[in-house]
């Protein structure tokens, strides 16, 4: 009778040390959670929208005069693009080809036009400064102005980790984490970074994206040249390269592992 008590004693320990083992493994599941607690059905009210991106050095310009006949604005134009903006071709390595490079002083240097301040200032601001000079050698011309380089950067535990294009003007943290796939399972989701350059300088703000609060955020919008990065978790859900069921397994091979042991040395 001893023995068997013993027996079942040593027994009861093993598996509650597997559990603690297996459970120190898993995240809860308020953690994983996006928008945790959140009350479905309601309509909450709209977030700070962000303000509009200001262009910044480095950054690229197509900017297209079209007038209604195609030969008088050419001269304005580093190319013949006159046609629909759509046909002037969805790659970004031949846009490169015919933009204006803003230069570190934050200046444009436009033909005909001569060299045009336009750091810090929205890209509507640019195309109301263009389309004033431009009106002084053209009647009944319009002026086109797009930022080329629209990307963010996400980082860190994400499956596509990289620079991504922006396919709309507010993209939300979620639609940018969706870019490159969401979170892993060995992601944070508690402690998401934000880097954005200010003209003061490098802003990095945190998100917890399992808060519903966080759509009420001044981040909760990325803008370009955000950096998005996502920290490595030290609690996991699942193990990576293994199946979500591989732990269950494992430990159901370790308690009969154990069970062998006992009933050997256990008499």
């Known amino acids: 009778m001893l023995a068997n008590r013993l027996r079942n004693t040593r027994l009861s320990f093993i598996i509650v040390i597997l559990f603690a083992v297996v459970t120190s493994c898993s995240t809860p599941l308020n953690e994983l959670t996006y928008l945790n607690g959140i009350d479905p059905g309601l309509t909450y009210s709209n977030g700070p929208i962000p303000e509009e991106y200001r262009i910044r050095s480095n950054d690229q310009l197509f900017i297209q005069v079209i007038s209604d006949d195609p030969l008088n604005a050419a001269f304005l134009n580093l190319t013949n693009t006159q046609g629909s903006v759509g046909s002037m071709g969805?790659?970004?390595?031949?846009?490169?080809?015919?933009?204006?490079l803003v230069g570190e002083d934050g200046y444009?240097?436009?033909?005909?036009?001569?060299?045009?301040?336009?750091?810090?200032k929205t890209v509507s601001e640019v195309r109301d400064i263009i389309q004033g000079k431009v009106n002084n050698y053209l009647e009944s011309a319009s002026v086109f102005v797009k930022l080329v380089n629209r990307n963010i950067t996400v980082l860190g535990e994400v499956k596509q980790p990289g620079q991504?294009?922006?396919v709309k003007n507010q993209?939300?943290?979620f639609e940018a984490l969706g870019t490159a796939g969401d979170i892993t399972d060995y992601g944070n989701r508690q402690t998401v970074k934000l880097i954005r350059e200010l003209p003061e300088g490098k802003h990095i703000a945190l998100l917890n994206l399992t808060d519903p609060n966080v759509i009420n955020s001044p981040y909760y919008?990325?803008?370009?040249?955000d950096i998005v990065y996502?920290?490595?978790s030290t609690k996991v859900y699942g193990a990576?390269?293994?199946?979500?069921?591989a732990p269950i397994s494992i430990t159901a091979s370790i308690i009969s592992i154990g069970l062998l042991v006992l009933n050997l040395f256990g008499k």
């Open 90 to 100: 969805s790659s970004a390595n031949s846009l490169e080809l015919i933009t204006y």
């Open 108 to 120: 444009i240097s436009y033909p005909q036009l001569g060299n045009i301040q336009v750091e810090n």
């Open 164 to 166: 991504k294009l922006m």
């Open 171 to 173: 993209l939300t943290i």
């Open 221 to 225: 919008y990325v803008l370009p040249h």
């Open 230 to 232: 996502v920290e490595h």
């Open 240 to 245: 990576k390269n293994l199946s979500y069921a």
